[in-house]
């Protein structure tokens, strides 16, 4: 059961400590003692969520050896956190790094969805290193007790390098303050952890501060898919569009498809059948056909209606809304709609990624293989 934090009905409008399903109040107490705070509750919604994400574990294709890692993860932090000694440590505290689109987010949350009577609370830290603050260590500090108050709880902080203190550039002072803050609570994290899983991202590990990277008990590389993974993922994010596709059509796209993120191949499918719907949409004209309908894709009938210019034989000036829905003809997608991603461009070059792995953060991160493999599927 997914918990999401509302208002008190039995309290007073302005004491709550909780807006609504999706953003929270992060003040000093459970109460607005002052102006400040109020004013801290506003800037902080949209920042922090604490609703549980609809997203299955079958939602993400592959992936199966983090899956299980996170899960079994969740799993002793939350039914065993006594297994935490002097020398064992849980592993309640991991980075998932690798590039951009990778399904690092979407591990997260699925975990989250997946999780019976876990609260799911995520911090873009993008967006708090770079939104002012008038109490930014209030901020941080109460986040961290929330997730404490509401355990067994995962804490997801999105975009972990925003907050590496070494980086200097436009780091205004609410940003250095809540940086401090967020390495403060993060170091001491482990004197009040049980029932708390804390998950992080990041596409630029190398970057990370020192302390930062040993914080981490685990490291999870997440790569961008193989070329089985990227056929499975075509196939899935098509499910039952109409397509002209074959199956040497979709293994051409797997094997070509070297540098192309799950998150690529979602988008440009959906960019196709939004510009199908364009043309259908816009269309003035239209021409009856014999072709498959989208609800019956193994059947053919004579009735079916397609966009067509206005001079192109027995079109009839109509507009798309005046025709019934199911004898709309939509195109379908073709391989060559699809191509067009390989006109996208690696998302980190294997040169910088070579150049930007220093000896000593593949030391820091214990993950020397997981960078290599990083670096080595982008120079494929």
């Known amino acids: 059961?997914?918990?999401?934090?509302?208002?008190?009905?039995?309290?007073?409008?302005?004491?709550?400590?909780?807006?609504?399903g999706r953003s929270f109040f992060v003040g000093s107490s459970t109460s607005f003692t002052n102006d400040s705070e109020r004013k801290l509750n506003t800037i902080a919604e949209g920042i922090v969520i604490v609703d549980k994400p609809a997203l299955r574990w079958s939602d993400i294709i592959r992936l199966d050896a983090a899956?299980?890692?996170?899960?079994?993860?969740?799993?002793?932090?939350?039914e065993s956190p006594y297994i935490s000694t002097d020398r064992v440590t849980p592993w309640?505290?991991?980075?998932?790094?690798?590039p951009n689109g990778s399904g690092k987010t979407m591990l997260a949350k699925a975990l989250a969805s997946e999780s019976e009577d876990t609260t799911y609370i995520s911090v873009s830290s993008s967006e708090i290193t770079t939104t002012y603050f008038e109490e930014p260590e209030k901020l941080v500090q109460n986040l961290f007790l929330l997730t404490r108050q509401h355990r067994p709880s995962i804490l997801f902080l999105?975009?972990?390098?925003?907050?590496?203190?070494n980086d200097q550039n436009d780091q205004?002072?609410?940003t250095k303050r809540v940086r401090k803050e967020f390495m403060k609570q993060m170091l001491s994290f482990h004197n009040d952890s049980d029932g708390i899983l804390l998950l992080a991202t990041t596409n630029i590990?190398?970057?990370?501060?020192?302390n930062i990277i040993n914080w981490f008990v685990k490291k999870l590389y997440i790569p961008l898919p193989g070329e089985r993974a990227r056929i499975d993922?075509?196939?899935?994010?098509?499910?039952?569009?109409?397509?002209?596709?074959?199956?040497d059509d979709l293994k051409r796209l797997g094997k070509e498809m070297t540098y192309v993120s799950g998150e690529d191949i979602s988008s440009s499918v959906r960019d196709v059948l939004k510009k199908s719907t364009e043309v259908v949409h816009g269309a003035t004209h239209f021409r009856r056909v014999v072709a498959s309908p989208r609800t019956y894709p193994r059947h053919v009938v004579d009735d079916?209606?397609?966009?067509?210019?206005?001079?192109?034989?027995?079109?009839?000036?109509?507009?798309?809304?005046?025709?019934p829905a199911d004898k709309l003809y939509w195109p379908p997608i073709s391989l060559s709609d699809l191509m067009h991603i390989l006109e996208k461009p690696p998302p980190v070059h294997p040169t910088e990624i070579r150049t930007s792995i220093s000896p000593s953060s593949a030391v820091k991160l214990n993950t020397t293989s997981a960078l290599a493999n990083y670096a080595t599927e982008a120079g494929k």
């Open 1 to 20: 059961m997914s918990k999401i934090f509302k208002k008190d009905e039995n309290s007073d409008e302005s004491q709550h400590l909780l807006l609504s």
């Open 233 to 247: 993922m075509f196939e899935f994010y098509l499910g039952d569009t109409s397509h002209s596709l074959t199956d």
């Open 158 to 165: 999105d975009e972990v390098d925003y907050l590496n203190q």
């Open 172 to 174: 205004s002072v609410s």
């Open 304 to 323: 079916l209606w397609a966009p067509c210019p206005s001079n192109f034989p027995g079109a009839v000036e109509s507009n798309w809304s005046d025709l």
């Open 92 to 98: 309640n505290r991991i980075l998932l790094f690798g």
């Open 67 to 78: 899956k299980e890692d996170l899960k079994e993860s969740l799993k002793l932090v939350t």
């Open 205 to 210: 590990p190398w970057t990370l501060d020192g």
